[in-house]
């Protein structure tokens, strides 16, 4: 092979089977969670953390992820979030780990209605690449909601 060093470009991606310290968070069973229709995004997700992805490589997943979230939607989520003291831009990784599941859910619907109004036009992109979103998504695996259903 001539192959030139200068023209290779190489991608490396989390290996899935990698023990992470998110891995001691996960339930025996996510089937068993009652946001198991949320949660199983997590397996999209993670080869996606840390990745140059674009928008366009995440576009079906955004898509998919706003119509599961319907069922768990929280309505005006970004005011939600401020008037709580947490202005959504003030969440990190190490916020959300630390979040309940309602806090968790008001966090996932504030970064659709900062994308919706304009505030981050990628956000849930972003979240995506950033691990934000995973964090938040293993979070609801391992923790129950406050509020009654």
């Known amino acids: 092979m001539n192959l030139d060093p200068d023209e290779l470009l190489i991608t490396l991606r989390p290996d899935p089977n990698a023990a992470t310290p998110l891995d ?20 999209v997700l993670e080869p996606l953390e840390g990745t140059a992805a674009q928008p366009v490589e995440t576009l079906a997943t955004v898509a998919e992820l706003r119509t599961t979230l319907a069922e768990f939607h ?3 989520a970004f005011m939600k979030l401020a008037q709580a003291g947490t202005p959504w831009m003030t969440f990190d990784r190490s916020r959300l780990a630390q979040a309940d ?6 966090f996932i619907s504030a970064t659709y209605e900062a994308q919706d109004l304009g505030i ?30």
Do not use: C, M, W
């Open 24 to 43: 001691q968070n996960r339930p025996d069973d996510p089937e068993d969670s009652p946001y198991a229709n949320l949660t199983k995004f997590v397996n």
């Open 74 to 76: 929280v309505d005006d």
């Open 101 to 106: 599941a309602d806090t968790l859910l008001t």
């Open 120 to 149: 981050d036009p990628q956000a849930v992109h972003r979240t995506i690449l950033d691990g934000s979103l995973l964090t938040t998504l293993h979070g609801l695996a391992s923790v129950e909601s406050t509020v009654s259903a």
